[in-house]
């Protein structure tokens, strides 16, 4: 599997609002479902959000009614829509596959990680 591309982070304002794309070739037609994860400096890496083949999607609860994921089929694309933004969504953003029967070893589960695209909220 491809690494996935992250791009869309930069610096915003308290309130503001910023659009996170990942990329990875192949995961539609393999059925994987995305999650993104964020990692602030000094803390554990924290699950935010997945979507799934069928375009069902959770949320952390820290994000939840600010932060809408969906994709785009076409292109192999998920986008993660964060409003609202909070200084303390400060933090590397990372997405990655995984496969959603729990499976191990497969094409989804073997996914690796991007280099990740900067979220900085302040003002």
């Known amino acids: 599997q491809v690494q996935p591309v992250e791009s869309g982070g930069g610096s915003v304002q308290p309130g503001g609002s910023l659009s996170l794309s990942c990329t990875v070739p192949g995961f539609i037609s393999h059925s994987c479902g995305m999650a993104w994860y964020r990692q602030a400096t000094g803390n554990q890496r924290e699950w935010v959000s997945s979507?799934?083949?069928?375009?069902?999607?959770t949320y952390g609860a820290s994000v939840k009614g600010r932060f809408t994921l969906s994709k785009d089929k076409g292109k192999d694309r998920v986008y993660l829509q964060m409003n609202s933004l909070k200084p303390e969504d400060t933090a590397m953003y990372s997405c990655?596959?995984?496969?959603?029967?729990?499976?191990?070893?497969?094409?989804?589960?073997?996914?690796?990680w991007g280099q990740g695209t900067q979220v900085t909220v302040s003002s």
């Open positions: 979507i799934g083949p069928d375009g069902s999607t």
């Open positions: 990655k596959t995984y496969d959603v029967w729990g499976y191990s070893g497969t094409w989804c589960a073997n996914g690796s």
